[in-house]
């Protein structure tokens, strides 16, 4: 039969052998008092375990091994960090072990203790071709333990999301007033145009706007210009307006507007058209400058909310989706599931990552009760979830999801995710 060594270390953690009357490999009595914690870091794979070996107690560290032979090929024999292991813990075993100073490690060898069920829902679970691997038995999982690995998938994700925020908020001298204008350009690109309005924020600092804070047409013409979409002749006075005020700007900025092709049109409806999206960004911008200072202000949901409401974009945005393309009636306002996608993965991400900066854990809990409070995605991911049986009511969740098929799911760590040993230690 085979299995990772993962599976074992599952086994002695959780206790899944037959404990009774258990023996060492050379015949002494065993009992098992504690097992010990996981050990994440170099060294023995638990510590502070408790175990006695006829009638002496020992306390110290636990290794686990498929043969015992792996002790020699992982050169244990000569690591100092590995003279305080108790016991051995195998599967096969092929021969004595010894510590550094030539003492014989105590051996047990869990071959013929573990119930037959266990390798066959393992199996089960890693021979899997479904969409995911416990698609057919999340459904029978108990919704709080479902439930209680979510919350925990969810810190991950932000936990994870974070440190990409700290890295630029290292690039950008600790302004994070700029690092959130950077995230929420990027978000405002709705993935298909993240990479060029993550390129357009890099090229215009949010310190610039604010030198023409009451100028929207040259906030826009700053925008449109950097973005590409000025680099040609118009025949309407809105666009031409824009690319004086631009080739003015450029000049006395010594701007380098970014290649126009990045941008993403193919197979978009016209309201996610990037123009149209640029023309709504620069509308924000000249609402609300210092915009994560007033996100940090801010007490309520509904007030989030507000904040990405009524922006006043431009006029000509009314009859076009493109500057060379007349429409009967254009919606320039941002749709709700448009201004629940920024909360999510910008404003929810920066109360987190900043709570957690400033050791300010109340900014953290205001992250997650914005996530609790938004309407469940409606994604591929979720839905695949929701078939197989799982309830989703909130971004809280969703957002948890995303995390588990990313971080579990698809390399299946089943072994390392609670809605897994569930499924794992049912008989």
Request: charged share 20%; net charge neutral.
């Amino acid at each position: 039969m085979r299995f990772p060594e993962e599976f074992l270390h599952f086994v002695w953690q959780f206790r899944l052998y037959d404990a009774l009357q258990l023996q060492t490999v050379d015949g002494k009595a065993l009992k098992i008092l504690n097992c010990g914690f996981p050990n994440k870091h170099a060294g023995p794979d638990f510590s502070n375990a408790k175990i006695v070996i006829d009638d002496t107690t020992w306390a110290g560290q636990v290794e686990v091994h498929l043969k015992s032979s792996d002790w020699n090929v992982h050169q244990h024999q000569h690591d100092y960090a590995y003279e305080n292991v108790v016991l051995h813990v195998v599967w096969d075993y092929d021969i004595d072990i010894t510590r550094a100073d030539g003492t014989i490690v105590p051996t047990l060898s869990l071959k013929n203790k573990i119930p037959q069920h266990l390798f066959e829902n393992y199996q089960d679970l890693i021979a899997s071709t479904y969409t995911f691997p416990c698609e057919q038995q999340i459904g029978q999982v108990d919704d709080f333990v479902v439930n209680g690995f979510l919350s925990r998938v969810l810190v991950e994700r932000l936990e994870h999301k974070s440190k990409e925020v700290f890295e630029r908020l290292a690039q950008l001298n600790g302004n994070w007033d700029e690092t959130f204008y950077h995230f929420m350009a990027r978000n405002f690109g709705f993935k298909v145009n993240a990479l060029p309005m993550q390129l357009l924020a890099q090229s215009l600092p949010q310190t610039l706007f604010a030198k023409h804070k009451d100028q929207p047409l040259q906030i826009e013409a700053l925008i449109f210009g950097q973005a590409g979409f000025l680099n040609q002749s118009f025949e309407r006075d809105y666009s031409n307006k824009l690319k004086s005020e631009y080739d003015f700007l450029r000049k006395k900025y010594v701007l380098l507007p970014i290649d126009i092709s990045l941008w993403k049109f193919l197979r978009m409806r016209p309201q996610n058209f990037p123009t149209l999206r640029l023309a709504q960004f620069a509308a924000l911008i000249v609402k609300s400058s210092h915009l994560f200072s007033k996100v940090l202000e801010v007490k309520n949901v509904k007030e989030l909310h507000l904040l990405f409401e009524e922006l006043d974009v431009n006029e000509f945005w009314l009859h076009h989706y493109h500057f060379n393309k007349e429409a009967e009636k254009v919606s320039v306002q941002l749709g709700k599931s448009s201004i629940d996608n920024l909360l999510i993965n910008t404003v929810s991400l920066f109360l987190f990552a900043y709570g957690k900066y400033t050791s300010q854990a109340n900014y953290q809990t205001r992250a997650l009760y914005l996530l609790e409070s938004i309407a469940a995605e409606k994604n591929a991911i979720v839905s695949q979830y929701l078939e197989a049986g799982v309830i989703v009511e909130n971004a809280c969740q969703t957002q948890a999801l995303l995390q588990l098929r990313k971080g579990y799911c698809n390399d299946k760590k089943c072994l390392n995710c609670g809605i897994g040993l569930k499924i794992l230690k049912k008989v």
